[in-house]
């Protein structure tokens, strides 16, 4: 079972750039399918990026596309959400998430919480004017 482990989270103005990571416990690592997704207060928690296993391909909604940009070291075992531009609605907590199921790859499938088995303890993401 894969631990994972969120920093980098903080207080930034908005307009301003944060990158969080993730880093995971299994040395396998490259096997997961790794996503993120943030909650903020009396919201449900959102998807804003997923990235394949070899970080070829990578989804994201309307709300980040162009601002996020998700990566990934495998032989790091860690992955990144860089956020550039940053707006005061994205203000929340940020969790990485992970799977080893096999589905079909489309924004539909790797935004659906439910297909993520190991989750992150999350970082707070304040910004503020």
């Known amino acids: 079972q894969v631990q994972l482990v969120e920093s980098g989270g903080g207080l930034v103005q908005a307009g301003g750039s944060l990158r969080v990571s993730c880093a995971a416990s299994?040395?396998?690592?490259?096997?997961?399918?790794m996503a993120w997704f943030r909650q903020a207060p009396g919201k449900e928690r959102e998807f804003v990026a997923g990235?394949?296993?070899?970080?070829?391909?990578?989804h994201y909604p309307d709300s980040v596309k162009g601002r996020f940009t998700i990566s990934r070291d495998n032989a790091k075992n860690t992955v990144y959400l860089q956020m550039n531009s940053l707006k005061l609605e994205d203000t929340a907590v940020y969790y990485c998430?992970?799977?080893?199921?096999?589905?079909?790859?489309?924004?539909?499938?790797?935004?659906?919480?439910?297909?993520?088995?190991?989750w992150g303890q999350g970082t707070q993401v304040t910004v503020s004017l």
């Open positions: 299994d040395a396998l690592f490259s096997s997961y399918r």
């Open positions: 998430a992970a799977t080893n199921s096999l589905f079909p790859a489309m924004l539909s499938t790797v935004s659906n919480i439910r297909r993520y088995e190991y």
């Open positions: 990235i394949s296993r070899s970080g070829s391909i990578t």
